[in-house]
């Protein structure tokens, strides 16, 4: 009722099992030879060993994505457009963790969240200054701006990037036409020229069918 609740999603992660009580059956049968049972021990430990790391990598795992969601709720309340700027760096020192280990261990793992399903990875992003209060925008949330902005284009009229520019600087944010030919061109959306031709194009396709 406080706020967002973060779990793992158990069935995707590695799991060992050890059971003790075939261990202890072994450890017993191998006590009369010393090969035998210092191999057995050996792989007693082991097989400890990694089920404590995974269980280590599991809380790690939590702690960081509890971490995240803290950060960027009001992306889970509103949407892509109130994603924060996030570093690395602000997660590694609020948890206690080195970077590199923030790093690592938010690589390859996906969260599902009401807003869609999306890698760890993306919840991290630079700032883009804003223009009025000073307090930053992430450039993934400029990025679903330019998105859905073109989405919502009239299809005769196409936004250039100067206009793209001008209607997200009168939100408040701060942006120059070639970052928003640079995140056009990363969301691999076609200029406004190429936009209007291709418009063009299907109009003359639609014709002929």
Known sequence: KDGWAVDLNKSTLPTVFVNENYAETVNA?????????????????SARWLKRALEQRNTTTLKI??????????????????LKPLSLKD???????????????TAGLLMNT?????????????SIQSSSNGV??????????????ISEEIPAKPMSD????????KRGVRLARRTVAKYREMLKIPSSAERKRLMRLNKVINIKN
């Open 114 to 126: 009401p807003r869609g399903t999306f890698t760890l990875k993306s919840f991290f992003s630079v």
């Open 162 to 169: 100067d206009a793209i520019a001008r209607n997200i600087s």
């Open 136 to 149: 930053g925008t992430s450039a993934a949330a400029v990025r679903h701006m330019i998105s859905k902005m």
């Open 91 to 105: 997660v590694a020192e609020t948890v206690g963790m080195h970077e590199s280990t923030v790093s690592r261990v």
């Open 29 to 45: 049968k191998s006590k009369s030879d010393k090969v035998d049972n210092n191999f057995a021990n050996q792989a007693l430990a």
């Open 65 to 82: 994505s509890a971490e995240i969601v803290r950060r960027q709720k009001d992306f889970l309340d509103n949407g892509l457009d109130f």
